[in-house]
């Protein structure tokens, strides 16, 4: 079935570096872009960008650029999202999710969604 | 940046009753990029709605969605047990995305 595995907690210093992956399955990972969705704890929903799985051109929210990096192995189905020099305010869960987005027809929405890494930042 | 107000912020109910939750869109947007999730304690959001009305496969007939311009609504009509969650809405427009602050629907 269609799928989005993402990896495992992690537990990072302050100053260190992240990588987490999202693997898709089920269907052609470059016929969807993905998003990435960040949650710190106990707070809502907050899109961070997406990156277009057909070019590798990723878009950055404006809250989430510079140490974020989007990118992709479409040879593994896999997008990655990166953060360097973690801060304790980066301690939050990572979504991934895909994107179904048309204009003609109109329409946006994210169907799937990975389960999310935990990210702790903490000395 | 468009900004998404969900009323209220918690919503006590029982089982059986009708919940209606409101969100409210800063400036005009277009129905068929807005979007509702569901997101229970420890897991993903879930699609519920699409195109402010349309129900993604696997939405029980008794989620609704509606509205346009700026004024959305989520109605579930007889709440479920498993129906105790958060919700958000979620817009798509000049090229970003922005979710509402969620609405907690908790049991009274």
């Known amino acids: 079935q269609v799928q989005l595995e993402q990896s495992g907690s992690e537990l990072k210093k302050p100053g260190a570096s992240v990588k987490v992956s999202c693997k898709a399955s089920g269907y052609t990972f470059t016929t969807y872009a993905v998003n990435w969705v960040r949650q710190a704890p106990g707070q809502g929903l907050e899109w961070m960008g997406w990156i277009n799985t057909n070019t590798g051109n990723p878009t950055y929210a404006q809250d989430f650029t510079g140490r974020f990096v989007f990118s992709l192995d479409t040879s593994v189905s896999t997008a990655y999202l990166q953060i360097s020099s973690l801060k304790a305010e980066d301690t939050a869960v990572y979504f991934c999710?895909?994107?179904?987005?048309?204009?003609?027809?109109?329409?946006?929405?994210?169907?799937?969604w990975g389960k999310g890494t935990t990210v702790t930042v903490s000395s | 940046e468009i900004v998404l107000a969900q009323s209220p912020g918690t919503l006590s109910l029982s089982p059986g009753e009708r919940a209606t939750l409101s969100c409210r869109v800063s400036q005009s947007v277009t129905s068929s990029y807005l979007a509702w999730y569901q997101q229970k304690p420890g897991q993903a959001p879930t699609l519920l709605i699409y195109g402010a009305s349309s129900r993604a496969t696997g939405t029980p007939d008794r989620f609704s969605g509606s509205g346009s311009g700026t004024d959305f609504t989520l109605t579930i009509s007889r709440l479920e047990p498993e129906d105790f969650a958060l919700y958000y809405c979620?817009?798509?427009?000049?090229?970003?995305?922005?979710f509402g602050g969620g609405t907690r629907v908790e049991i009274k």
């Open positions: 979620q817009q798509f427009g000049r090229s970003e995305v922005t």
């Open positions: 999710a895909r994107v179904r987005w048309s204009t003609d027809p109109p329409y946006y929405y994210m169907d799937v």
